[in-house]
């Protein structure tokens, strides 16, 4: 079983609508979750942190955490042309370090 | 004003040789780390250093060598280049106590 799990898409939506984002873990001693946004031949860029249950918000983004269903998700309002790109999740074990598992990401298409 | 940089950003060379990559981060963090991004974009931790000292060392060849002179610095030798090493190397440093990653721009290796 993959440790940090995401559908690899491509996941398509319109201009303006709300993309929705997935990921699973398996390590129930993870303690922190990320958001990473990466177009294509850049580098990640992390554009949320979560570390309790519950919403977090951040403009447009909106991040869910829920550690007994071992779930993350990242949800896009109004979606833009400018957010197709990949999304990463990311989660934090602590093993002598933070060592952070990285999904392989969902490719989000945003049409005009 | 370059947050976290990484030179050089192109290396193409020969099987065998002896390359080095060079990262430098200027946010004042305590942890750097390299990650391997293959040719299927998913990201692999290799290393992790925290305030010079090797907390993460992932199964990697030992042809592959990180170095920390200073909190700021972390350097990545790899010895007797083979093709499978051809990926794209990203340095990344964070605080260790959230574990917000900010990577720098990525060296492309080309091992021909």
């Known amino acids: 079983q993959k440790e940090v799990e995401q559908n690899s898409g491509p996941l398509s939506v319109p201009e303006g609508a709300i993309a929705s984002l997935n990921c699973t873990y398996s390590?129930?001693?993870?303690?922190?979750f990320f958001w990473y946004r990466q177009y294509s031949g850049k580098s990640p860029e992390l554009i949320m942190s979560?570390?309790?249950?519950g919403d977090k918000e951040d403009g447009r983004f909106t991040a869910q955490l829920n550690k007994a269903s071992q779930y993350v998700s990242l949800l896009i309002r109004d979606s833009q042309p400018s957010d197709s790109a990949t999304y990463l999740c990311?989660?934090?074990?602590?093993?002598?370090?933070?060592?952070?598992?990285f999904g392989a990401g969902t490719r989000l298409f945003v049409k005009a | 004003d370059t947050a976290v940089s990484q030179t050089p950003k192109y290396l193409v060379t020969q099987m065998g040789n002896d390359k080095s990559i060079k990262c430098e981060q200027n946010?004042?963090?305590?942890?750097m780390y390299w990650y391997k991004q293959d040719s299927k974009k998913f990201l692999k931790i290799m290393f992790s250093?925290?305030?010079?000292?090797?907390?993460i060392n992932e199964t990697v060849p030992n042809r592959f060598s990180p170095k920390s002179p200073d909190k700021a610095h972390l350097n990545l030798h790899i010895n007797s280049l083979e093709l499978g090493d051809s990926a794209v190397y990203f340095c990344?440093?964070?605080?260790?106590?959230?574990?917000?990653?900010?990577f720098g721009p990525g060296t492309r290796l080309t091992v021909l």
């Open positions: 990344a440093s964070s605080q260790v106590v959230r574990n917000e990653q900010f």
């Open positions: 390590d129930r001693g993870s303690q922190s």
């Open positions: 979560i570390y309790s249950n």
């Open positions: 990311a989660v934090s074990l602590r093993a002598g370090g933070f060592k952070t598992i």
């Open positions: 946010l004042g963090h305590d942890t």
């Open positions: 250093y925290n305030n010079k000292e090797l907390i």
